[in-house]
């Protein structure tokens, strides 16, 4: 009979799946030669820099960038 899994086993596993994503991520943005737009949620920052720079898709809630590489 199997055991029973805890809530934090999973929620640690949830974060473990969550880095391996960005992870792979990162690695495809690096591989990548021609130009392609990856959409990722970005945290709120106080001071974001310049924003038309980064490629904001909403310049005043700052919620998604554009990346294009």
Do not use: W
Not at 6 to 30: M, P, R
Not at 41 to 47: H, Y
Request: one cysteine or more.
């Amino acid at each position: 009979m199997p055991e029973k899994v805890s809530g934090f086993h999973i929620n640690k596993f949830i974060a473990v799946q969550q880095y391996n994503t960005n992870l792979a991520i990162e690695q495809y943005k690096s591989s990548k030669k021609s130009t392609s737009f990856i959409l990722q949620t970005i945290c709120r920052k106080k001071s974001m820099g310049d924003t038309n720079k980064a490629g904001y898709d909403n310049i005043h809630e700052k919620t998604l960038l554009n990346f294009n590489y």
